[in-house]
């Protein structure tokens, strides 16, 4: 029983490391520019699938027993240059409507989501012909003096001639090259990320065993706090992130270039989210919805840490996943089993989607009593 508490404990904290890997990138996007980003858990998939590639990519190297730490950089990467793609694209227009900005983060969510199941040498090849055609012809109309003006009209008309184009040139490719350009990367199916032999097996503890996978998955955890929290209080642009976050406005009379702190913290949330999807590809299988599954939990822990709370966000995370952990699993079923209505309340919620209903409910109870959090904004931020 002792051991099964252990491991349920343990795994518990490591289920718990991925959500503060993810809720960190999202606390900072929210508790800065106050963007609810409902592509987050995109970004976590992305981070797993570039796991998937790197992985596949150095299999028969000799580099392949260090392979996961070429693909946290490639996957930090990855997700951070999207990250900077979306703030560019598509949030920076919509600054001050969050329920715009909901609505157009779900979208982006659900077209990488079905990205992923279709994506292609074809669907690649239209994609980046469409980038060439229309922001080329942005970067060159827009050096007119009246582009303000003709906007509308570039839009109406470059628009569908870039998509056209685009998908022309794809099915000629794809005509061209038959079905190794029109096979598809992934499919729906999901993927197997196979671990480093040396992060394989567990270590003996108290009668049960710690997975040195997610033993890893909690160093890399504290490694990125620290890096977090080093970068936010002693580097420049740390300094200014803090900054904007306490009072925008004041920020920008001190001559802080708000847009260019914005699009950096997108950068670096989204880039931690990469680093999460890289440590949940060593827990399962990856899939198009492996985001979902990490999504709400991820919102909850900012929530009920405090929005743009560090040590609020840690400690949220290592409860959330802890209790969804010991709840979804057997092991308070077994602690509880002298007692036996409460044994069998737990038994009612052993399974994961149970798990969270309940888990849920508490943090609903949680939140009557400190709507704020664990660490409630005070100050100047509750009403900037």
């Keep these: ?78 997700t951070a240059i999207f990250g900077l793609i979306l703030e560019r694209g598509v ?43 229309f922001f080329g012809a942005m970067t060159i109309v827009a050096r007119r003096t009246d582009f303000e003006r003709i906007r509308g009209w570039f839009l109406a008309v470059m628009l569908p001639l870039s998509a056209v184009s685009a998908i022309a040139v794809g099915n000629v490719l794809g005509a061209t090259y038959k079905l190794a350009f029109t096979k598809e990367w992934f499919g729906a199916r999901n993927v197997d990320v196979t671990a480093p032999r040396w992060l394989r097996g567990g270590l003996p503890v108290a009668g049960t065993q710690f997975s040195y996978a997610r033993i890893f998955i909690i160093v890399l955890t504290i490694a990125c706090v620290v890096g977090v929290y080093w970068f936010l209080n002693n580097t420049p642009w740390g300094l200014r992130i803090r900054s904007v976050t306490q009072n925008r406005t004041m920020s920008a009379c001190l001559g802080i270039p708000t847009k260019k702190v914005d699009a950096l913290t997108f950068a670096l949330g989204s880039g931690l989210a990469g680093l999460a999807g890289c440590a949940v590809s060593l827990l399962g299988s990856v899939g198009p919805n492996t985001g979902q599954n990490y999504i709400v939990d991820t919102f909850m822990v900012v929530v009920v840490g405090g929005v743009g709370k560090l040590a609020g966000s840690i400690l ?21 089993a002298p007692i036996q209505p409460l044994s069998d309340v737990f038994a009612f919620f052993s399974t994961i989607s149970m798990a969270k209903v309940l888990v849920f409910a508490l943090i609903i109870a949680f939140l009557q009593f400190r709507p704020g959090g664990l660490f409630p904004q005070k100050g100047r931020t509750v009403d900037a």
């Design 316 to 336: 949220a995370a290592l409860a959330i996943g802890t209790a969804n952990y010991l709840i979804g699993s057997n092991t308070l079923v077994d602690l509880t």
């Design 1 to 78: 029983m002792l051991s099964g508490l252990v491991d349920g404990i343990f795994s518990g904290i490591s289920l718990g490391s991925v959500l503060l890997l993810a809720a960190l990138g999202l606390a900072i996007v929210f508790g800065l520019m106050g963007v609810i980003n409902m592509a987050h858990g995109e970004l976590i998939m992305l981070g797993a699938y570039t796991t998937f590639l790197v992985q596949n990519a150095l299999k028969n190297t000799p580099l392949f027993g260090i392979y996961i730490f070429v693909a946290l950089i490639a996957a930090f990467i990855v």
């Design 91 to 133: 949030i920076r227009h919509l600054y001050g409507r969050p329920l715009e900005t909901l609505l157009a983060t779900w979208g982006v969510s659900l077209i990488l989501q079905q990205f992923v199941r279709s994506v292609s040498w074809q669907l690649v090849a239209i994609v980046a012909v469409f980038c060439v055609l």
